[in-house]
């Protein structure tokens, strides 16, 4: 990979030959030249700014001067080591910094690590006149506008070795230990990395993280995997809202969900709010309900009798009576922008269990009962109800129940599993009537004592 930085302070770029960078040059990896944009100037005071047409202050780069500058090292022949290793149509990115560019992204700078040579015009100024842009790109040359940061500097020769650095360090060969770049920040999904640390254990008595300690590396993958994704919610929620979501396990989706950030099956990741529901959600949370009820059904129930009992058990007036009795009735609600994609009702108070469950040595004394948590079909997966369940649990602590229990139907081994993740126990069974039909159902408990 050859660099070629054009500016009129060539002297900026000596910094770039230390450490790693010297030694990629040294081993012939990369090719480092710094011009002198100057050389390609005319005229007694080798001038390369003039006025800005239109008036205003500054100086403006001049065209001519640029474009002979890059016609020149444009056409560099681009053999490493004699003209045998020169790539047939090498990959030649004019690359110009400015405050008005777009964004510098690990991506983008994936995407350049794959040039044969990258030529920086550095803008000193007011920077460069536009028509060297508009000539290059019209006649077929790669030509990227790029920023750095929302920020204004004097030249562009900063961003230049920013740029340099950013790319040559994704070259085969170019970092001592490769691994290194696989799980930093902005790469695989898009993530921040997750804090890190090293001796001594403890410093100013801030220790290390348990976890870190114990040898476990799924443990240890897990916790930083979800430390990583914290920070990146709470410092740069545009990324968590734009990650790859191909590369997000269940397990992330689910602490991103804590997080506040639900990714659907498919489509754009949107904001998460969970919370009680109000009296303004009856008619939403019971057409959730109704759209819901269904999918957890068994296929052996005739529809008749799941009409039936949504039309008995999921209607506005039943809601409106749960949600209006918050000391028995715990109905917490997911919604993102679109509006409720997910629910959860418990039961709690003194007689918060079904008369079949309170039979002696059944479940505890004490239990809180979790009736219903539902999502909607587009939004399963995406740890909406992880949470929700996780968060009618941490309601039943707060209440002081010593458990939760919940019957699920005794065919449906995918929310079985959902719940034994969650902590539940299979403890008995019961029947259930649904529409008049009998179903079996598994009762499971989630001691909140221990
Ligand atoms: N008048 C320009 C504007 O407002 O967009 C700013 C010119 S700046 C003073 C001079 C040069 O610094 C630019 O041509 C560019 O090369 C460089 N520069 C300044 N800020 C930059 C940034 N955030 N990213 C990349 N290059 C930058």
Known sequence: MRF???????????????????KAEDAGLVQLHAHDLRDWATGKH??????????????????DVWARALDDVLSVPLAARGAEDAPASPRRVVAIPTPSGTPLTQPRVEDLARADQIIVACGRYEGIDARVAEHYHGVGVEVVEFSIGDYVLNGGEV????????????????????????????????LLEYPVFTKP????????PEVLLGGNHAAIERWRR????????????????????SSLTPEDRATLAHCGVAYPQAGAAE???????????VVAVSELAARTFPDACPENLPQEAIDDHIARQLNPDVFDALISDPERHRVFVAEVWGGLVGYVLTHVGPDALPSELVRPGRVEDGSAYLSKCYVDQAWRGSGIADVLLERAVADAAELGHTAVVLGTNRGNKAAQAFYKRHGFRKRSTRTFDVGGVRN????MVRDLTA
């Open 4 to 22: 070629d930085l054009i500016s009129i302070f060539p002297d900026y770029f000596a910094p770039l030959r230390l450490s790693l960078m010297g």
């Open 46 to 63: 080798r001038s390369v700014d003039d006025t800005p047409y239109g008036g205003g202050a500054g100086m403006v780069m001049r065209a």
């Open 159 to 190: 961003a230049a070795m920013v740029l340099t650095e950013a790319v040559a360090r994704l070259l085969d060969g170019f970092m001592g230990n490769p691994d290194s770049l696989v799980e930093e920040s902005h790469s695989g999904a898009g």
């Open 201 to 208: 254990r403890e410093f100013r008595s801030i220790e290390i």
């Open 226 to 245: 979800d430390r990583a994704i914290e920070k990146t919610v709470r410092v740069r929620p545009d990324l968590a809202l734009s990650l790859d979501a």
């Open 271 to 281: 904001r998460l709010d969970v919370r009680l529901a109000g009296l303004e959600d």
């Open 440 to 443: 079996d159902d598994v009762v």
